[in-house]
C-alpha cells in the first residue's frame, strides 16, 4: 500500500535554530516526493519537490530535502529557523495521484 | 495566474443536512483533485477527474459523497446527508501532472452540529 509517514506531529525550536523535519515514504510512493507548507486557513502551498537526479533538493527561503533511497526516506532541513516559518508542513508522494502524511506542526520560540 | 478558487470558505449544518462545494481550477489543468482533511490529520484524497472522467475515488464514501465536473473545468463536491465525522477542509487542488506538483486552493472548512 502507499505511504507516507512522518515521525513527528509537533517540533518546538528556538529562532535561529537548526531544524529536521522527518518522512518516510513507502517504495510504491517514490517516484515523485514532495514537501508542502501549510499556513492557517490555508490551503497547501509546494515548497519542494524530488523528481530525479539530484538527491539534494533546495527552496527559495532556506529549506532543502535529500532523497535517501536506502533509508526511504525525505527530510526536510533548514539550518536556521525563523518565526515565519511556524507552520504545518505535509510530505507527500506518488506518480499518478499523491499521497500525504500525517503532518507535522513548526513552532519557533522566540 | 490565477490560483485555485473554492467557495464557501465556512460552512456550518446541522447532520443529516446536505452542502454543496465549488472549485474552479487553474486553466488549462486538465486533473483536478478533492481532498478531505480532518483536524490534526494529513490530507486524503477522495476523488481524481482527468477532464471531465473520474480516474480514482475508490476512497469517496459514495453512499453520501458525490462530485462532478462538468465540461472538465469547474468541480462540485456534495455531501447529503452529513454526518458529524464530516466535518473537515475540503480541498481542491488542480494540476498539468503530478510531475509538477498540485496547486490547491484555500479549502471550504465545514462545521456539522
Known amino acids: 500500500a502507499q505511504s507516507v509517514t512522518q515521525l513527528d506531529s509537533q517540533v518546538p525550536v528556538f529562532e535561529e535554530a537548526p531544524v529536521e523535519l522527518r518522512c518516510n515514504y513507502s517504495?510504491?510512493?517514490?517516484?515523485?516526493l514532495f514537501w508542502y507548507v501549510q499556513y492557517p486557513n490555508q490551503g497547501l502551498q509546494l515548497l519542494l519537490k524530488y523528481l530525479s537526479g539530484s538527491t539534494l533538493v533546495e527552496s527559495i527561503n532556506g529549506f532543502e530535502a535529500e532523497f535517501n533511497k536506502s533509508q526511504t526516506s525525505f527530510h526536510l532541513r533548514k539550518p536556521s529557523v525563523h518565526i515565519s516559518d511556524t507552520a504545518e508542513y505535509f510530505c507527500?508522494?506518488?506518480?499518478?495521484?499523491?499521497?500525504f502524511g500525517q503532518g507535522t506542526r513548526l513552532t519557533i520560540n522566540p | 495566474e490565477a490560483g485555485v478558487a473554492q467557495s464557501p470558505r465556512y460552512k456550518i449544518i446541522e447532520k443529516r443536512q446536505s452542502v454543496a462545494f465549488w472549485c474552479n481550477p487553474i486553466?488549462?489543468?486538465?486533473?483536478l483533485y478533492w481532498y478531505q482533511q480532518i483536524l490534526g490529520q494529513g490530507p486524503k484524497l477522495l476523488i481524481q477527474f482527468q477532464n471531465n472522467g473520474v480516474v480514482d475515488d475508490s476512497q469517496l464514501p459514495k453512499d453520501r459523497f458525490s462530485a462532478e465536473r462538468l465540461k472538465g473545468v469547474d468541480s462540485t463536491l456534495k455531501i447529503q446527508p452529513a454526518k458529524l465525522e464530516d466535518s473537515a477542509v475540503y480541498l481542491c487542488a488542480s494540476s498539468e501532472g503530478v510531475y509538477y506538483g498540485y496547486t490547491f486552493g484555500s479549502g471550504t472548512r465545514l462545521t456539522v452540529v
Open positions: 507527500g508522494g506518488g506518480a499518478q495521484k499523491l499521497v
Open positions: 486553466s488549462g489543468h486538465a486533473t
Open positions: 517504495s510504491s510512493v517514490s517516484v515523485y
